[in-house]
């Protein structure tokens, strides 16, 4: 089904060309903004480092934008390739725990066999505090 | 500029503000959509039940409140929702975490069977129709208590929706004027709770304890069909006592198995619903009326000054008893919710539907979960008022304590006194003595087969009722004066039991049965 559903992508693209770019145009203008990657980076926590990764970025949308010319109109969504899985119930039993000494070597601070973190989340710097992004 | 008064108008909820100029229309928020699991935008206009008001006086304007309500509920299992790890209240720090609660890399979710029959049971409780196929999502946001970044829920598609939760509430002045409201269960959902912060504000830094991260909770959805403090509290107690009938969950406030979210706002009856916003950390049953009331009156006072409610999240300060903004939740979350992609969909059958050879360990019928649910509170309530012949508020006031219905119970089995009159005894004297002496029903010196023996003799009218009385409190006496060994009252040490409370002379009677205290 997945196959077939990017073949028929293909088959669109290929031969709606002169149909396609309209659609594109219409997608395409919707340009990556400033605040976006700002937004994006403050949800994610990556870093958007230079125009080039931007301009990844956008081409990466224009390529997942050619999907919408398929036509799926009553066709339900596939969420998962698992869908056709049995999910596996587990008993209620306790058979894991008892490993904080373990776990706790992974942190890079520890008080008292509790992790220790910064109070609250360390707020990301606002658009206009931050050095203009195109010279990092 | 006078002081601004708040009144009520009448039971059915409506709220009048009495200022200067009072009337004008300024400061309506515009209603708004939230990206939060499951919450429905409030765009419509509310239907309101209208019940007789008072006429407002020239110049005032009613305001009507919508509260609605996100619980979350501790499953009552063994191990945790998608791990082997134990789920309990106190422990270790950090000694009930698998790798998977730690989020370490190349662990997978594990689906606990007992979760699943819990929401299941809970959804039939609440009349909800089951979701046949239900699927999991991951909630994305940073904090430190998530050590994956993510929480998986059920956003897309819960376990259980469309359901609805009866619940009473007393209107007028007299406790024996109780009606029947009903609120809307939007929906059931499966859910991982996150771990436990510890803030150290004089080191400026948080200590993180995960021993709590990943236990199955259930979120129910309540409707906006709330109107005030009052009405969301009976709901919140009539839901608790569901869950703990199903045995679902322990739901006890105090040890965090149970917390509410409220999200309210206000609006002039027939106009559109105003800005709502969000009350967090409503850990309390007893200040829970107390917040959102706070609340509902500070979003009017703000608007009829003119101000404007934002869509914002805050939360009740106990101390100050008032709800402040919270850090840490500047605008508007993004949750980017996307399915769980390791967990495939949750599929439950039912007698018809069951796959013929199926793993019995590996399918969940709905309906032997129905057959095996435990009696509801209401029934067992109205079963009561049939066979007893009481009334409706003594039903209540048994169920409201732990214990006291099994006790009252065996008192009946073995009296033969009228109901009525061990309805009457129980409920106030007895009950009025336990609550004097600060005692549950479960440390109650006095036994069933006790009570009833001295409503027997009251029965037989042996004794006046004041005697009886003064029997009843002079037992517990005697019984600790034996056993004490005769020390003069001045000599006798207040003892304090791991509950923190210190109670005179009856307590020791327990120490010296129970020596663990």
Known sequence: MWARAVWLGLRASA?????????????????????????????????????????????????????????TDGVEPMESVLEDRCLYLRSDNVVEGNCAEELLQNSHRVVEEYFVAPPGNISWPKLDEKEPFSHR | MATPMLRWCCPGRRWIFAGIGGGSRHGRGVPTGSTSSGKKGQSSVAQQPLITAQKPRKGEREWAAVVGLEIHAQIASNSK???????????????????????????????????VEAAVMTGLALDCHINRKSLFDRKHYFYADL??????????????????????????????????????????????????????NLRSQTLIDLNRAGVGLLEVVLEPDMSCGEEAAAAVRELQLILQALGTSQANMAEGQLRVD????????????????????????????????????????????????????????????????????????????????????????????????????????????????????RVTREKLVRQYGMLPEHSFALLNEVGLLEFFQNVI????????????????????????????????????????????????????????????????????ILIKGGLPPHLQPHLTVSGGRKVPGTQRTLTNKHPEG
């Open chain 2, 81 to 115: 929702l998608f791990s082997g790890s134990q789920v309990d209240f106190a422990a270790p720090p950090n000694s009930l975490v698998s790798f998977f609660d730690a989020s370490l890399p190349g662990t997978l979710p594990v689906l606990n069977r007992r979760c």
């Open chain 2, 262 to 377: 409220a999200n309210i706002s206000v609006h002039h009856p027939g106009e559109p619903l105003g800005v709502r916003t969000e009350v967090k950390n409503l850990n309390s049953a007893r200040f829970l009326a107390k917040a959102i009331d706070y609340e509902i009156q500070r979003q009017i006072s703000e608007l009829e000054n003119g101000g404007k409610i934002l869509n914002e999240t805050r939360s009740f300060d106990y101390k100050l008893g008032c709800t402040v903004p919270m850090r840490d939740k500047e605008g508007k979350q993004d949750y980017r919710f996307m399915p769980e992609p390791n967990l495939p969909p949750l599929l439950l059958y039912d007698s018809g539907s069951l796959p013929t050879g199926a793993d019995p360990q590996q399918v969940i019928d709905i309906d032997q979960l129905r057959e095996r649910l435990p009696e509801l509170p």
């Open chain 1, 15 to 71: 031969g709606g060309r002169r149909g396609f770019p309209s659609k594109a145009a219409h997608q395409g203008s919707r340009r990556v903004t400033a605040e976006l990657i700002e937004h994006l980076e403050r949800l994610a926590l990556v870093d958007f480092g230079s125009q080039e990764a931007v301009a990844r970025l956008e081409k990466a949308i224009a390529f997942a934008d050619r999907l919408r010319a398929v036509d």
């Open chain 2, 147 to 200: 050590p994956a970044g993510y929480q998986i829920t059920q956003q897309r598609l819960p376990i259980a929706v469309n359901g609805s939760l009866a619940y009473s509430v007393c209107v007028g002045k007299r406790w024996s004027q109780m009606v029947t409201r009903t609120v809307g269960v939007k929906q059931i959902q499966l859910e991982q709770d996150s771990g436990k912060s510890l803030h150290d």
């Open chain 2, 413 to 480: 089995k073995e009296t033969r006194a009228e109901p009525k009159k061990v309805t009457s005894w129980v409920l106030n004297t007895f009950l009025g003595f336990l609550k004097q002496q600060n005692l549950a029903v479960s440390e109650s010196p006095v036994t069933p087969s006790a009570l009833a023996e001295l409503l027997d003799l009251l029965d037989r009218k042996a004794i006046s009722s004041s005697a009886a009385k003064q029997a009843q409190c002079v037992k517990t006496r005697k019984n600790s």
